[in-house]
């Protein structure tokens, strides 16, 4: 069965930067389209960024273009999100999801943004 485990949250500054991981396992990861979404307090799901089963096609949300980037290991079946020049509106649980935003997603690692 899919599971999916993200880490690399934490607590960091206006303008710091953070490194999120995506644990992937029980599906042919290599094999699919791998999306970072968002919730904030209070908020639906947000869509951050995909990418495609090779890790040549990503996209991103207007809001975090030129700050974000995607990137896969598929040798190691792991997603990850480079955060950087981050605010504060970037608070909130990321996850990852498999294939779209409504796919299958982890537990979420908390990132907050604050002084």
């Known amino acids: 069965q899919v599971h999916l485990v993200e880490s690399g949250g934490g607590l960091v500054q206006p303008g710091g930067s953070l490194r999120l991981s995506c644990a992937a396992s029980?599906?042919?990861?290599?094999?699919?389209?791998m999306v970072w979404v968002r919730q904030a307090p209070g908020e639906g799901l947000q869509w951050v960024s995909s990418?495609?089963?090779?890790?040549?096609?990503?996209d991103y949300a207007d809001s975090v273009k030129g700050r974000f980037t995607v990137s896969r290991d598929n040798a190691e079946n792991t997603l990850y999100l480079q955060m950087n020049s981050l605010k504060s509106e970037d608070t909130a649980v990321y996850y990852c999801?498999?294939?779209?935003?409504?796919?299958?997603r982890g537990q979420g690692t908390q990132v907050t943004v604050s002084t």
């Open positions: 990418i495609d089963a090779d890790g040549d096609d990503t």
């Open positions: 029980g599906f042919t990861f290599s094999s699919h389209w």
């Open positions: 999801a498999k294939d779209h935003i409504g796919g299958r």
